[in-house]
């Protein structure tokens, strides 16, 4: 604080010889209400990764499957689930200044910036709908009596006041997540294709044999037209009917 004391002297002694006294004044007061931010790493971070199980095996049931449509599948999807940290208003309210009020819409996620302590309180900061303007939050979700405004990586505090409105308008901290799915990683997939020269034609999709979510193998398989039992890799099915439109059947147990 002696050093900083030293070079604002300094300076005072240099800016007075040129005349510029009042603007470093009003430099260093300004400065003094700038707070050093920290920024949050915005990008979504993965919470986890877990697989997923799609099944539509239904043994000893009828079922009817169109063509183009699957007859039985098994498949295990990636998912992988992400999280950013957020904020949102308990109740709709305005904050009210000199300027225009602005509104804060109750339920909706405000993604928050990053922290800035003030008087040895932390506060969170959340942007406005103005530019580098933003508006500070105490540990109790209550709003900072003034605004801010971030200029070269720093958060300066402006003298104008609002006052939320209701009185208990509160930010409350929400996670926002999302989720994202591969293609399917494991199992297969029969799809019916019609008939074709009085062959009942299938497709088995093979995902087991994925190298990467981009890529698998396929089988086309057929049989003559007929009732009763067909394997499909395995997979054993009683067909009731078919013909170019659909098939009927019953996904028999091993």
């Known amino acids: 604080m002696k050093k900083l004391g030293l070079l604002f002297l300094l300076l005072v002694g240099g800016c007075s010889a040129n005349g510029n006294f009042w603007d470093l004044r009003q430099w260093w007061l300004n ?83 990053g922290v800035v302590e003030i008087d040895d309180v932390e506060y969170r900061i959340i942007p406005s709908e103005m530019d580098n303007f933003v508006f500070l939050i105490r540990p109790d979700g209550s709003f900072y009596n003034e605004m801010g405004r971030i200029k070269e990586n720093r958060l300066f505090v402006l003298d104008a006041e609002f006052v939320p409105a209701p009185e208990n308008l509160r930010m409350l901290p929400v996670k926002v997540t999302r989720s994202e799915q591969t293609k399917p990683v494991k199992g297969y997939d029969i799809k019916y294709l019609g008939i074709n020269l009085d062959r009942m034609m299938f497709t088995y999709f093979d995902y087991s044999k994925y190298k990467n979510v981009d890529a698998g193998e396929f089988e086309d398989i057929s049989f003559p037209l007929k009732r009763g039992p067909i394997d499909i890799n395995g997979v054993k099915i009683k067909v009731l009917n078919a013909d170019r439109h659909k098939i009927e059947y019953i996904l028999l147990d091993d």
Not at 61 to 81: F, L, M, P, R
Not at 93 to 106: C, D, K, Q
């Open 31 to 113: 400065f003094n209400r700038s707070y050093v931010i920290d920024f949050y790493d915005n990008d979504e971070k993965i919470v986890n990764e877990e697989l997923v199980n799609e099944t539509s095996i239904k043994s000893g049931e009828i079922q009817t499957a169109y063509v183009g449509h699957s007859v039985v599948s098994d498949k295990i999807y990636q998912v992988t689930n992400y999280e950013s940290n957020s904020v949102r208003a308990n109740v709709a309210g305005y904050l009210h200044s000199v300027s225009a009020p602005a509104a804060i819409p109750a339920g909706k996620p405000i993604q928050v910036i």
